[in-house]
């Protein structure tokens, strides 16, 4: 069972453009991350958001956790090649399994110049 | 120094070989994980270790064997591996069992012959 759908799976768009990636899952998660991912690299933490409704902003980045903590977005603005990389959303659930981080397929964005 | 390593970062081995692969991190975290993550589908946990005890272990077939001697390292020793284990796998860790922000090691490509 996937937990975590990400869409779209995957996204080319030009410099410049805006875009919003999204991530649902019909469970509940006390907390959801995002990170980014470059070829031959690990991904690298964005973001984690913790309260239902909340927005953080980072740089042209904005992630935001649905009312229910059951979806996040993140939307970018005015995409640069640079934001080019594999988008993951990462989900927790509760302190008993708080080491464990359910992952979604991820949404691959190619910006071009 | 800084973050988390992993070596080799790329491996080729046939299927009766027996290696390993290595991460390190230098965080001062006290959890560390084990993850494989193959194209097409989302990240999986394979092991999860919390102040060197491992915590979890996700149905992970035996032919992967890992070993944290102490909460700076963590290894993964192969044998006998087929084909379909060919896959990115990538080290990270957390300041302790219950954090959920994890940080990811560049990762070992591995190719099974």
């Known amino acids: 069972t996937q937990l975590l759908e990400q869409s779209p799976q995957f996204l080319s768009i030009q410099e410049g453009e805006n875009l919003t990636v999204y991530c649902n899952s019909s469970?509940?998660?006390?907390?959801l991350q995002w990170y980014r991912q470059e070829p031959g690299e690990g991904p690298v933490l964005l973001v984690t958001?913790?309260?239902?409704?909340e927005v953080k902003k980072l740089k042209r980045l904005t992630f935001q956790f649905g009312d229910a903590r059951k979806d996040s977005s993140l939307h970018i603005t005015a995409a640069q090649p640079g934001d080019t990389g594999l988008y993951l959303c990462?989900?927790?659930?509760?302190?008993?399994?708080?080491?464990?981080?359910?992952f979604g397929e991820g949404t691959q964005l190619t910006v071009n110049p | 120094e800084t973050g988390v390593t992993q070596t080799p970062r790329h491996l080729v081995m046939g299927m009766t070989n027996k290696k390993s692969l290595k991460c390190e991190q230098h965080?001062?975290?006290?959890?560390m994980y084990w993850y494989k993550q193959s194209a097409k589908k989302p990240l999986e946990l394979m092991f999860v270790?919390?102040?060197?005890?491992?915590?979890e272990n996700n149905s992970v077939p035996s032919r992967f064997s890992p070993e944290c001697p102490n909460s700076s390292h963590l290894f993964l020793h192969l044998h006998t591996l087929q084909p379909e284990d060919s896959a990115l796998y990538l080290c990270?860790?957390?300041?302790?069992?219950?954090?959920?922000?994890?940080?990811f090691g560049p990762g070992t490509r591995l190719t099974v012959t």
């Open positions: 990270a860790s957390s300041l302790r069992g219950l954090s959920y922000e994890q940080y």
């Open positions: 469970s509940v998660f006390s907390s």
């Open positions: 958001v913790v309260t239902g409704g």
């Open positions: 990462a989900g927790a659930r509760g302190e008993t399994s708080g080491s464990r981080l359910t």
């Open positions: 965080l001062g975290h006290n959890a």
């Open positions: 270790y919390n102040f060197k005890e491992q915590t």
